[in-house]
């Protein structure tokens, strides 16, 4: 009797113990379920680094920083979210800053330290800066090739920022110049979609202007790079200064800047 008991009584430990082993992984995966449902619980999300006010801190900086550089245009600022990787420590105060030297023009970056807290952490939030002005854009679908005249451009109000390509806001410097592809109806025209104009050469003499409200300064110079149209040249001043303009015209460039 003894015997049989002891059979019976191995007999359900072995069962037992076969569906303990085939109900373990299915337990350490609702284990490692639970244990993740705890983390995520205790580990705030990144971008609630920039919830309000740091959000509305960074957008308002943003802005009157925008606005000091283009003071008489309109000037609009998207605030983009910070690396979901990243972990911030729980802050009392925090200061927006200026990275770098680069103007807050199109896609650019804004610093944010935490300056009152545990722990000192410094992160840069992306920021899209618009801002919008009067631009000539194409009055009608227009073919590669086509050497642009007055009639072509219309004007409109055009996010200037929008690429680091400068916007046509003076007709003369787009009539007679030839563009590089097709472009559609309503486009803002911009450098690179034209040829440039190569208006002197390295060496040659040229006329340095300078303009500011109510007056004109010019001198002469000598060139010291290309004069390509849509980009920045370097001439030497008789004093021997070097100074860099814009090629505007032939063998004159334009200082003001």
Request: net charge positive; proline share 6%.
């Amino acid at each position: 009797m003894h015997l049989r008991q002891s059979v019976g009584l191995l007999v359900r430990a072995a069962s037992s113990g076969r569906a303990l082993l085939l109900a373990l992984p299915w337990l350490m995966g609702l284990m490692g379920l639970l244990w993740l449902m705890w983390l995520a619980a205790w580990a705030p999300p990144a971008q609630a680094a920039l919830d309000a006010p740091w959000h509305a801190q960074v957008q308002q900086f943003t802005l009157a920083a925008a606005r000091h550089q283009a003071p008489t245009q309109r000037v609009e600022v998207d605030v983009g979210k910070l690396d979901a990787r990243l972990r911030l420590a729980p802050c009392i105060r925090t200061e927006p800053y200026l990275a770098g030297t680069a103007p807050l023009w199109g896609r650019s970056r804004i610093g944010l330290r935490c300056v009152e807290g545990a722990v000192a952490w410094n992160v840069f939030v992306p920021v899209n800066v618009k801002v919008y002005g009067q631009a000539y854009v194409s009055a009608a679908a227009l073919p590669a090739g086509t050497v642009l005249t007055r009639a072509d451009l219309a004007q409109a109000e055009v996010d200037l920022a929008e690429s680091p390509s400068k916007a046509f806001t003076d007709s003369l410097r787009a009539t007679g110049r030839i563009l590089l592809r097709a472009v559609p109806a309503g486009l803002v025209l911009r450098e690179s979609h034209l040829r440039p104009r190569i208006w002197f050469a390295a060496g040659d003499e040229v006329r340095l202007v300078a303009r500011g409200s109510g007056f004109q300064a010019v001198t002469t110079g000598q060139a010291l790079s290309v004069g390509i149209e849509g980009q920045p040249a370097r001439a030497r001043t008789e004093s021997g200064r070097v100074v860099t303009g814009a090629p505007i015209g032939q063998r004159e460039i334009d200082l003001t800047q």
